[in-house]
Structures are given as structure tokens and as C-alpha cells.
């Protein structure tokens, strides 16, 4: 059984940081992409970045700059560092991880930004 493990999201101040982490464990093979969306009230989830098994990444236009994703493959985690948040980053996050096989999605965690 695969478990996508979040964490790393709480209340921050408006121009703060915070570090998301989803460890990713069980029986799972050739993990092709690993990326992180959110979902705010009312609004469809998107994607914020992702990172592809070779190392090239793909963000979000409203984040660059910003957030910085990046994977360590020896622990099957992925990490997502946001900096200089502003009120409009406040959604539900998730993890995703993609294999050859299947797609999994983690239960989401939340970031509230405080202006």
C-alpha cells in the first residue's frame, strides 16, 4: 500500500516562508514525477511545481521566484520551500507523485497566509 505523507503547513505572516514535505512510502516503483498543487475555496486545484525524475522543474507563473521544489530520491520525498508568501498562496496543498503505473495523491495540507 502507497502512503503520500504531508507536512509542513501551518499560519504564516504575509512575506514569511514555509517547507512542505511529502514522504512518499510502500510498495512503489519508478517514480517519474513529483509535484505539489494546491486548492483554494471555490477554485480548482492547480498545479505549483513539479519536478521530473531527471531534475527539470515546472512552476507555477504566480510562484516563481518563490517557491523552490526539489526531491531526494534516496528518501522518496519531495519538499516544496515558499518564500515571501502573500495572502493569495492560503489554499489546501498537495503532493503528487506519478510512476509508469499510476498517479498518487496525498490528503493535502494547509497554508494560510495572514496579511
Known amino acids: 500500500q502507497v502512503q503520500l505523507v504531508e507536512s509542513g503547513g501551518g499560519l504564516v505572516q504575509a512575506g514569511g516562508s514555509l517547507r512542505l514535505s511529502c514522504a512518499v512510502s510502500g510498495n512503489i516503483f519508478s517514480i517519474t514525477v513529483m509535484g505539489w498543487y494546491r486548492q483554494a475555496p471555490g477554485k480548482p486545484r492547480d498545479l505549483v511545481a513539479k519536478i521530473i525524475s531527471g531534475g527539470s522543474t515546472i512552476y507555477a507563473d504566480s510562484v516563481k521566484g518563490r517557491f523552490t521544489i526539489s526531491r531526494d530520491n534516496a528518501k522518496n520525498t519531495v519538499y516544496l520551500q515558499m518564500n515571501s508568501l502573500k495572502p493569495e498562496d492560503t489554499a489546501v496543498y498537495y503532493c503528487?507523485?506519478?510512476?509508469?503505473?499510476?498517479?498518487?495523491w496525498g490528503q493535502g495540507t494547509q497554508v494560510t497566509v495572514s496579511s
Open positions: 503528487r507523485i506519478t510512476t509508469s503505473a499510476q498517479t498518487y
